[in-house]
Structure formats: structure tokens, C-alpha cells
């Protein structure tokens, strides 16, 4: 493991914490071929490799922070089909 690696692993620790195995996994599919990822990611990764640390994900109420994809997010609960009782 050479130390660029260590750094973006202790990096995803630090900024996903639990998720962060998960996140470097979404790395190495991205460097395979970034259409393996989502648009959000995609941007996300060029940006960490390319020097630029993008913002936590989980940081609010930053108007300056760069916004990752376009898609607005939708409510799963909007598109539930109503029944009857």
C-alpha cells in the first residue's frame, strides 16, 4: 500500500467513518472505469484526484460548498401508491 493510498483511506475514515470501506470500493470502481459509478461519485473523484477536497457530504447549510450532481433528490415516500384502508 503506497502512502497516497494510506492517505485517501485515513481520509474516507475521517469523512465517512463506518462507510469508508464502502466509499474506497466506489474508488477503485471508479478508477476501472468512472461509468461504474454515479454522476455524483464521478465528480466527486475527479475532484479527490485531482487535488481538490471537495467537502464533507455531510456538511449542511454551506452555501459555498460545491453541490455533487444535478439530480434533485426525490422522496421515496412521494411515489408510494396510496391504498385504501
Given at each position: 500500500?503506497?502512502?497516497?493510498?494510506?492517505?485517501?483511506?485515513?481520509?474516507?475514515?475521517?469523512?465517512?467513518?463506518s462507510?469508508?470501506?464502502?466509499?474506497?470500493?466506489?474508488?477503485?470502481?471508479?478508477?476501472?472505469?468512472?461509468?461504474?459509478?454515479?454522476?455524483?461519485?464521478?465528480?466527486?473523484?475527479?475532484?479527490?484526484?485531482?487535488?481538490?477536497?471537495?467537502?464533507?457530504?455531510?456538511?449542511?447549510?454551506?452555501?459555498?460548498?460545491?453541490e455533487?450532481?444535478?439530480?434533485?433528490?426525490?422522496?421515496?415516500?412521494?411515489?408510494?401508491?396510496?391504498?385504501?384502508?
Amino acid at each position: 500500500m503506497n502512502s497516497n493510498t494510506k492517505e485517501l483511506s485515513a481520509f474516507f475514515e475521517e469523512s465517512f467513518g463506518s462507510n469508508a470501506a464502502y466509499v474506497e470500493g466506489l474508488l477503485n470502481r471508479y478508477k476501472k472505469d468512472p461509468n461504474l459509478v454515479d454522476d455524483t461519485w464521478q465528480a466527486y473523484f475527479c475532484d479527490l484526484l485531482n487535488g481538490i477536497v471537495p467537502q464533507e457530504a455531510t456538511t449542511v447549510g454551506k452555501e459555498d460548498r460545491r453541490e455533487y450532481g444535478s439530480k434533485p433528490h426525490r422522496s421515496d415516500r412521494d411515489e408510494l401508491p396510496q391504498y385504501s384502508r
